[in-house]
Structure formats: C-alpha cells, structure tokens
C-alpha cells in the first residue's frame, strides 16, 4: 500500500515538473530578447536540467520494475503443487496436482480440470509438487 502511494506521489512530482518546464519555457519565449539581435540569450544563461532524459529514464524503470513484477507474479501463480486430502474418519488419502492460483481455502481445480471441494471434516496438505 505504501508502495502505491510512494509511486502516485512520483507521478504527480514529475507532472509538476514538467509543467513547470514547459511554463517557464514559455515565458521565456514571450519575453523580448534584450540586447543585440546578434546576441543568443541561451549563452548566458545556466544549463537546465535535462528533464525530458530524467522523466524517460524514470517511465523506463518503472516500466522495467512493473514487468518484472509481473513476469516473478505469474511465475508464482503457476507453481505446480501437491495436495493431498486426508479424511481423518477413515484416514484415506487422495494426492492431486494443482496450479498454485487455482488453490483456495475449501476447494481447487486440479491440472486436468476437476473441482474438488473439501469438508470441513477434512484436512488438506499441501507441498510443492517434485519437478519430474
């Protein structure tokens, strides 16, 4: 949550500083040139910041960052599981393989599209599944 927060506020700091720039660019060509017409103001004036290289640089990290993020998300959701359900009335055990995503609190969805949903009398246990 405070990630989100943290990323709205650097959105909103980089649209005030764009905004700026552009503001401030056109007072600037608003105004008269003073002096000579031979004379380029942009001589004497300080370097400005390189903001366009900065707020690319920015939107490319981000852009990395979120894709990454991403990429490690699915790669968690898809992890192969084994859960076995044991009936404690008869002490019988089933073995299934689930996708990690497909695994909830009373029920899943097994790799070949079973529902199976689960008494409360029943105990789930559940393992990453071997890699084969």
């Known amino acids: 949550m405070l990630g989100k927060i943290l990323l709205t506020a650097l959105v909103c700091g980089l649209v005030y500083l764009v905004w700026r720039h552009q503001k401030s660019q056109l007072l600037e060509q608003g105004k008269p040139a003073s002096g000579t017409a031979t004379q380029n103001p942009r001589i004497s004036r300080s370097p400005r910041p ?37 009936n404690p009335m008869t002490g019988s055990e089933t073995a299934y393989q689930v996708l990690k995503k497909d695994l909830q609190e009373n029920a899943f969805v097994t790799r070949d599209g079973q529902r199976i949903r689960i008494a409360s009398s029943e105990r789930l246990e559940v393992q990453r599944a071997p890699r084969n």
Request: hydrophobic share 55%; charged share 20%; no cysteine.
């Open 50 to 86: 390189p903001i366009k290289r900065l707020t690319m640089g920015v939107l490319l990290v981000m852009s990395l960052g979120s894709g990454v993020w991403m990429l490690l998300d699915w790669r968690e959701r898809h992890t192969l599981l084994e859960v076995r359900v044991i």
